[in-house]
């Protein structure tokens, strides 16, 4: 009998996910598989794949082909509970389709106030266009969250940690309820992705991520993907394959390309995002830091609890509410670019202001100066942190110019 060999550890899987033979052939990727018109064997070949709607049957173009199989099959792979993964054309379009597949006209949906703009837009505008209601609540206090629920309350959508402002939430506890009360749990889990918080495993049903930002890890393409287990991804499949989502060979080539390196960017990135918060702490232009894995931060005890890794994104406030000066900081940085998205393998610094966004939380946080509310998020990359320090540095000098 030969040896059994124990599972696989995270950095082994995250270079053999999705490099099965079926998708790569004789080589080591898959190669880009571009492609519309499947062309059959025979008449019977047609017939035969018309009742097969799976990743690996041949159909056209619109139901993939070995190139996007083989990341979702990958991305699959490394989330523990899924049963399949949908890829759509941008994390956006994911968190759309995934709440059109769970959710019908006359259903409510409860919203975590931290999250993510745009998904409380599709809140908002999409979903309420279709006679669906929703409910923000406060990721922090799990009693008003349970208070929100109601008879109506389908489907609840959660982030952690806000990727602005950086609470991370009692997931598995707020997971547990949704499923006592039949409620669907979605979780927009961009910011750990499954490597450092696996979703399903900790209660949720579907696990979305943006693969622009880790995933990628370049900045140069866009896609979203959602894992769940069977009859989650059932639903989410046929949404999106109704909704004619398809995303681009060369873009889920580029992807796994970038999941390959994905374990090593975020283990660099979290260890200089957790020097550079540090060294924010000391800073006497800085009100608070907002980083969960920082011992001291309010979100330190459940991302302890709750997580097995994270990134290089975390926010700041500035003190004292001087909005000229702040630009003037993220002016004079060099390093770190303006601008949105992150996950990239270089620094980003973007300003941000939430007071005008939140429905069911404050903004400055209860107990904070009221003038402390300017916050700017860091997106670490690969730089040394110690240029990014000295980077920051000359930030904060220009902050005293006039
Ligand atoms: C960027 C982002 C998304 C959306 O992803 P895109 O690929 O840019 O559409 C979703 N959730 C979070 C938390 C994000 O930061």
């Given at each position: 009998?030969?040896k ?56 056209y ?82 009693e ?47 910011w ?12 949720c ?12 890890g370049?900045?140069?393409?866009m ?104 630009a003037?900081?993220v ?22 202001d ?46 005293k110019?006039?």
């Amino acid at each position: 009998m030969s040896k059994q060999r124990p599972p696989h550890r995270t950095a082994t899987r995250l270079v053999e996910a999705g490099r099965d033979k079926r998708w790569t052939g004789p080589v080591v990727n898959p190669p880009v598989w571009r492609a519309s018109t499947h062309l059959y064997e025979s008449e019977a070949d047609r017939k035969a794949a018309l009742g097969d709607n799976n990743d690996g049957t041949f159909y056209y173009g619109r139901r993939g082909a070995p190139t996007q199989w083989a990341l979702a099959e990958a991305l699959t792979g490394l989330e523990p509970g899924a049963h399949g993964t949908v890829l759509y054309p941008s994390g956006v379009a994911a968190i759309a389709g995934a709440l059109m597949a769970v959710l019908r006209p006359d259903d409510v949906l409860l919203v975590s106030d931290n999250s993510y703009e745009p998904s409380r837009n599709i809140a908002r505008g999409l979903l309420k266009k279709w006679g669906i209601e929703h409910r923000f609540f406060d990721p922090l206090d799990l009693e008003a969250y349970r208070a929100a629920f109601c008879d109506k309350t389908r489907a609840v959508w959660l982030e952690s940690p806000g990727s602005l402002t950086m609470e991370v939430c009692d997931v598995p506890a707020m997971a547990a309820f949704a499923r006592e009360q039949g409620a669907v749990s979605l979780i927009d889990n961009t910011w750990a992705t499954s490597l450092g918080f696996p979703a399903l495993e900790h209660g949720c049903d579907i696990s979305v991520t943006s693969l622009t930002k880790h995933v990628s890890g370049h900045s140069d393409m866009m896609m979203g993907s959602a894992s769940a287990g069977e009859r989650w991804y059932r639903a989410l499949r046929l949404t999106s394959q109704q909704l004619g989502q398809v995303v681009s060979p060369d873009d889920a080539s580029l992807a796994l390309r970038g999941l390959r390196t994905m374990g090593l960017r975020l283990e660099q990135s979290t260890a200089s995002a957790v020097e550079i918060a540090q060294w924010l702490k000391t800073r006497p232009e800085v009100a608070h830091v907002l980083c969960p894995m920082l011992p001291g931060d309010g979100s330190y005890g459940l991302w302890q609890r709750d997580f097995t890794g994270a990134c290089g994104l975390f926010s700041f406030v500035l003190k004292g509410g001087d909005e000229a000066a702040r630009a003037r900081f993220v002016d004079a940085l060099e390093l770190f670019g303006i601008g949105y998205s992150w996950g990239g393998y270089e620094s980003l610094a973007l300003p941000f202001d939430p007071a005008s966004i939140r429905a069911a939380t404050e903004w400055p946080r209860a107990g904070w100066d009221p003038e402390d509310r300017l916050g700017v998020r860091l997106s670490i990359g690969l730089e040394d942190p110690k240029d990014l320090v000295a980077d920051l540095e000359c930030g904060f000098a220009a902050m005293k110019e006039l």
